[in-house]
């Protein structure tokens, strides 16, 4: 299956960071078709002008949550219906910086919400990216595949199989610090006995150019989620061409 390689953006990102993307889309250009797919998540107030920009490009774009309803008085709020309208083509949803208990950045989100975000994004026509993760105190517990099987019982759609996990320790994002290799294969393993053989499931939390590739190679790791070293375009090519090389 084609690796997905998504990078998430997070807070950062102007008009002008559209240089990193024509960097990355130039040295995309020669790459083989067999190469992964490509998606970007910038702010919300990027998508619909990157999307035009960059149509000629293998590069998609996506949202990095939504609301669940499609439209309504949510003062503040983007519907996935919008993210459509503005080019996207997937949505991150249940990200650990949104999700209730992983401190003081959660917006208090639940499983339920999570599904019901989900829900919202195939309704659009567009590909949700669930996330799931322990935190660090659930995986010294010995507890991390119950908590993401938990996660997964509660916020994977009910309606449709057309969606995307994103395994993500909370204690790996942002850190340098990346569980061990049999540790991801663990959890891979265990996601894809929950799911569809086709889906695909990344890996996320400190993904960089030095340990993409290992990670990478491991059987049920379908590509990356990656936040930081997305933002540079040579250090996300890098994770794309280690992407590229999965099949
Ligand atoms: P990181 O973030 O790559 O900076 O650890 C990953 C994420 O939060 O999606």
């Given at each position: ?24 889309a ?79 950045g ?31 105190a ?26 995307v ?14 569980p061990?290799?049999?540790d ?15 889906v ?15 990670i ?5 790791v ?8 997305s ?17």
């Amino acid at each position: 299956m084609r690796a997905l390689i998504a990078g998430n953006w997070k807070m950062h990102g102007l008009a002008a960071s559209a240089s990193e993307i024509a960097t990355l889309a130039a040295k995309m250009k020669d790459a083989a078709p067999t190469d992964a797919d490509v998606l970007i998540c910038p702010p919300a107030t990027r998508v619909a002008a990157f999307t035009a920009k960059f149509s000629g490009s293998a590069i998609q774009f996506g949202g990095q949550d939504c609301h669940a309803d499609p439209s309504g008085a949510h003062t503040g709020d983007i519907s996935a219906e919008m993210f459509a309208d503005a080019g996207a083509a997937f949505v991150i949803v249940g990200h650990s910086e949104r999700r209730a208990n992983f401190g003081e950045g959660g917006h208090n989100e639940g499983d339920a919400d999570v599904r019901r975000k989900a829900e919202a994004v195939l309704r659009a026509g567009l590909t949700p990216i669930i996330c799931v993760g322990e935190s660090e105190a659930q995986r010294k517990a010995g507890a991390a595949l119950e908590v993401v099987g938990a996660q997964l019982a509660g916020s994977l759609p009910e309606t449709s199989d057309d969606f995307v996990i994103a395994y993500e320790p909370v204690w790996a994002i942002g850190t340098g610090l990346t569980p061990t290799l049999a540790d991801i294969a663990e959890m891979h393993a265990f996601i894809r006995s929950k799911t569809r053989i086709d889906v695909r499931i990344l890996y996320g939390g400190s993904v960089k150019p030095g340990n993409a590739q290992e990670i990478l190679a491991i059987d049920d790791v379908n590509g990356a989620l990656v936040g930081g070293a997305s933002l540079k375009a040579d250090d996300f090519y890098q994770i794309v061409m280690a992407g590229g090389g999965k099949q």
